[in-house]
């Protein structure tokens, strides 16, 4: 298919080529653009560059757990334990580092352990007792969040130091004349760059859309099934966990802060032509899909509707971005 | 079968109880409620917060039962989505519009209890229609779909109430707080949605159907069923669960909330008590009765926490844990690749 189009692509023209690269192009980024556009005409500031990355550090907890979720996704499993990682991320840090700067390091590098070790749990517990993911992250989901509760008492204690907090809310000052290029952003590019590498470059890459598409035919042509399993588990719950650390610099300790993650990373990933029950998926575009519910969110701000109804129009778009995706697939076929 | 087996002399009594049981169709997941009933009574005896052993007192016993009615009802409907191998998310929504709507509705007035009831329960078919149609129609994976009309129901009512609205009069509070005999009404429901789930699963030929498209979707369509009208009545039943379950939380707290749904998580635990029960996530599989024992579990830890004093948190800790192990128990020696 793919090589049928490239030789008929060299005879074409350049600008048939460009058309044809542009009507084949995921749709998600024609949504986002969209969405930039309506949210521009509605704000011109916002387009600003330190507007924009003032912008873009809010959207990268919940574009870097996207990211993260893609891999489990195209794995061919659920990972709903993100929430509850990123909140007990919060509020665990929050008393282990108890406004000390002397402790950040460690404590986001314990964070990151714990990520890994949550990951593990997800992806043995789905591997070895074939417990299937939704059913073993719901249960990760519930101790994860319970452990963040009982250590904590159920109300947020403790402060993160100046130099945990600026990871999710201060940048490099004075780079290309902008006023503050933000860590998260960099944490987001390098991260999603990683991610990506990992998905569409490497080997492993394509043994876990492998494994997402059919276990047993990736077993059989060699691929470690439990290995790149159990690790797709662990790349989700640890970028989590970097949510986490952004989410608990910006919005400081609290509770709440990944409730609902979980539904929305996975939303955003369908919305970025991730396929449920695995084997297909890309990190950009389910990055994209991210980015582009928080432009939503953004606009419909803007519009003045209420908060609520954001919810609403947010479970329209991925319902008919979903019916879509499913109604072209068909026609293609 | 009768000449192959060993004459019964020489087989012990405990083989003989285990081929009974093999026999019997008693969904396993009951082997695990009385393995937990046992744990629990050991536990009330050494850590127990008060002498007197919970089993005996009936309160609590009868308290076990109540706090299953509104995940058991929900869970029922749960599985026959579930045995359709599709899922609803949107339950814990429906089940706060249904709290918020009745108390609303019926505005502490009698008179209004009956037609405010019918709306509702209209309201729940619309909502399962709905759901059945994206997935069969639209082909929108049910994960999404429910999640979606879950987030469309959630944004409605937000936007419409952010409090508790009205309340429902005092003889609506039957259906929770009132009892015929030693037998509280709302167990009486709870039992009844179970008979009636049984009965359509497994005495109607609409259940055999929802076996037949759970288990096989392609299969079951090129055999002349159809499908998808039988998921979308799946989904339909499931809704009008969601709804009395929503009817009989309202009744318990009197007036209904936005969150009453979603902090009972009704929609994640219906899901998990329906697969401790038995029931496949891949469909085709599966029953009412299990799915009860799976609700019962629940309530029993639920009461053994609060008898040897365990805190909050630590129950959420100790739920998530048994979840897993509970499921493991069955999944660990499958052959299949799970995901």
């Known amino acids: 298919m793919t090589q049928l189009t490239a030789t008929t692509s060299t005879v074409e023209s350049l600008a048939g080529r460009i058309w044809h690269r542009l009507r084949t192009l995921n749709p998600v980024y024609y949504i986002a653009l969209v969405l930039l556009i309506g949210v521009v005409v509605q704000n011109p500031v916002f387009i600003q560059p330190d507007n924009f990355l003032v912008f873009l550090s809010r959207s990268a907890p919940p574009m870097l757990l996207t990211a993260g979720q893609v891999f489990v996704l195209v794995s061919g499993g659920f990972d709903l334990s993100v929430g509850s990682v990123v909140t007990s991320t919060v509020i665990i840090s929050a008393i282990l580092a108890n406004n000390d700067p002397g402790t950040t390091w460690w404590v986001i590098l314990l964070m990151l352990a714990g990520g890994a070790v949550v990951g593990l749990v997800n992806g043995m517990v789905t591997a070895y007792l074939k417990v299937p993911s939704l059913i073993a992250t719901l249960g990760t989901l519930l101790i994860v969040r319970g452990i963040g509760l009982f250590w904590s008492g159920g109300a947020p204690r403790g402060y993160l130091p100046d130099n945990f907090r600026m990871w999710g809310r201060r940048g490099i000052t004075g780079l290309f004349g902008l006023r503050e290029f933000p860590y998260a952003v960099i944490l987001l590019i390098v991260i999603g760059v990683l991610l990506w590498l990992l998905l569409h470059r490497l080997n492993y890459g394509r043994q876990l859309l492998a494994l997402g598409d059919n276990p047993r035919a990736a077993r059989l042509s060699g691929v470690n099934v439990n290995l790149v399993r159990i690790s797709a588990f662990v790349i989700c719950s640890m970028t989590a966990v970097v949510a986490g650390v952004l989410l608990g610099g910006r919005g400081g300790v609290s509770i709440e802060t990944g409730t609902g993650m979980e539904m929305q990373s996975i939303a955003a990933a369908v919305l970025g032509g991730t396929m449920l029950l695995g084997g297909r998926g890309s990190v950009p575009a389910a990055m994209a899909g991210a980015l582009a519910l928080e432009l939503l969110f953004s606009l419909l701000n803007l519009l003045g509707l209420p908060k609520p109804l954001r919810d609403a129009v947010q479970g329209l778009i991925i319902i008919g971005a979903v019916a879509y995706a499913a109604y072209s697939a068909k026609r293609n076929r | 079968m009768a000449a192959i087996s060993p004459p019964a002399s020489q087989t012990s009594a405990f083989d003989r109880a285990r081929h009974w049981l093999r026999d019997s169709r008693i969904p396993p997941v009951y082997g695990i409620l009385v393995i937990i009933f046992l744990v629990s009574i050991v536990l009330d005896l050494v850590f127990g917060i008060d002498d007197q052993l919970y089993i005996f007192n009936r309160t609590i016993m009868t308290n076990v039962l109540v706090r ?170 499931c809704s009008t669960t969601a709804v009395l379950t929503g009817l009989f939380v309202v009744s318990r707290l009197r007036s209904g909330a936005p969150w009453v749904g979603t902090d009972g998580l009704y929609d994640l635990e219906s899901i998990a008590a329906t697969v401790i029960g038995g029931t496949t996530l891949s469909g085709g599989r599966g029953g009412v009765w299990g799915t009860l024992a799976g609700v019962l579990i629940f309530s029993l830890l639920d009461t053994t926490f609060n008898q040897i004093g365990i805190n909050a948190y630590m129950k959420q800790i100790l739920r998530g844990a048994i979840i897993i192990l509970a499921v493991g128990f069955y999944t660990v020696r499958s052959m299949r690749e799970a995901a």
């Not at chain 2, 929504?93 to 037609?115: E, H, K, Q």
């Not at chain 2, 405010?116 to 059945?132: A, C, D, E, K, P």
């Open chain 2, 68 to 237: 299953s009615v509104a995940l058991g009802i929900v869970a029922v409907g749960q599985t026959f989505v579930m045995i359709g191998a599709s899922i609803d998310l949107s339950v814990a929504y429906l089940i706060s519009l249904t709290a918020v709507g009745a108390s609303f509705l019926m505005n502490g007035n009698p008179d209004n209890i009956w037609w405010s009831v019918l709306v509702l329960i209209g309201i729940g078919v619309v909502v399962g229609f709905v759901n059945g149609t994206l997935i069969t129609r639209l082909k929108v994976n049910s994960l999404i779909a429910t999640l979606g009309v879950g987030l469309i129901i959630k944004g409605l009512l937000n936007a419409a109430f952010d409090n508790f609205a009205g309340s429902v009069p005092a003889s609506f509070q039957t259906f929770a707080y009132g009892s015929i005999g030693p037998m509280p009404i709302s167990v009486l429901v709870l039992f009844l949605v179970v008979a009636v789930g049984w009965f359509i699963l497994r005495r109607m030929r609409f259940g055999a159907h929802l076996y037949a498209t759970g288990g096989s979707e392609e299969v079951a369509r090129l055999s002349g069923l159809r499908t998808e009208r039988i998921l979308t009545m799946a989904h339909i039943i």
